[in-house]
């Protein structure tokens, strides 16, 4: 059974940093077509955040972290990480990695749906 680990929520005050992991346990990143995360805000829909592709290591952001948040692979730890910088307070919420282990049928892995796998969700509060 695939399970995603994922660590490094916290609380942070606003302008502030902090950097989520992700490691599927038992497989390898490049067993994947993409991971990503995403992030649930209370009342709110899930949305995505960022996306690494395999596929000639392509980045995908949501339009609201574009400068702000890099995703990145760590192949010798077997995570993906999202180094996240000047948070908001409207960046508070659940931060959920995924795993695409089928193929998109677009290259592109932003929805929800391109992806099969996901972690339990981790915490992420900015204080204003």
């Known amino acids: 059974q695939v399970q995603l680990i994922e660590s490094g929520g916290g609380l942070v005050q606003a302008g502030g940093s902090l950097r989520l992991s992700c490691a599927p346990s038992g497989r390898t990143l490049s067993s994947y077509y993409a991971m990503g995360w995403f992030r649930q805000a209370p009342r709110k829909e899930r949305e995505f955040v960022a996306a690494?592709?395999?596929?000639?290591?392509?980045?995908d952001y949501a339009d609201s972290v574009k400068g702000r948040f890099t995703i990145t692979r760590d192949s010798a730890k077997n995570t993906v990480d999202l180094q996240m910088d000047s948070l908001k307070p409207e960046d508070t919420a659940v931060y959920y990695c995924a795993a695409a282990s089928y193929y998109s049928g677009t290259g592109y892995y932003t929805r929800s749906r391109d992806y099969g796998y996901w972690g339990q969700g981790t915490q992420v509060t900015v204080s204003s």
């Open positions: 690494f592709t395999w596929s000639g290591d392509r980045t």
